[in-house]
Nanobody, 122 residues
């Protein structure tokens, strides 16, 4: 069982930056890839970015490419999402997720955090 806890959401003006963090409690000994999804009311959950457990390979959604970056500290079981040049359309609830296989949109995302809200004002 993996438990994920996000932090760092808030309100920021368009063009600004925000950093989200996710702490994972991993109890099974399985190495997980991790990533971020987002969701706005009335729409499905959208893949944003993911990172492999080892090697640092990432997959980034076109909508955030060049603006969002992901990093991880395996020793601390944490990942971070740096969001720059934020746009109003980035407003959403952001969810941390862990995958037993793959770090892209089709990964086996079995575990989810509770989400943290990001609001970008114009």
């Amino acid at each position: 069982q993996v438990q994920l806890v996000e932090s760092g959401g808030g309100v920021v003006q368009a063009g600004g930056s925000l950093k989200l963090s996710c702490a994972a409690t991993e109890r099974t000994g399985i190495d997980y890839s991790m990533g971020w999804f987002r969701q706005v009311p009335g729409k499905g959950r959208e893949f944003v970015i993911g990172i492999a457990w080892t090697g640092g390979s990432t997959t980034v959604a076109d909508s955030v490419k060049g603006r969002f970056t992901i990093s991880r500290e395996n020793a601390k079981n944490t990942i971070s999402l740096e969001m720059n040049n934020l746009k109003v359309e980035d407003t959403a609830d952001y969810f941390c997720a862990a995958s037993a296989s793959g770090w892209g949109p089709s990964g086996q995302w079995n575990y989810w955090g509770q989400g943290t809200q990001v609001t970008v004002s114009s």
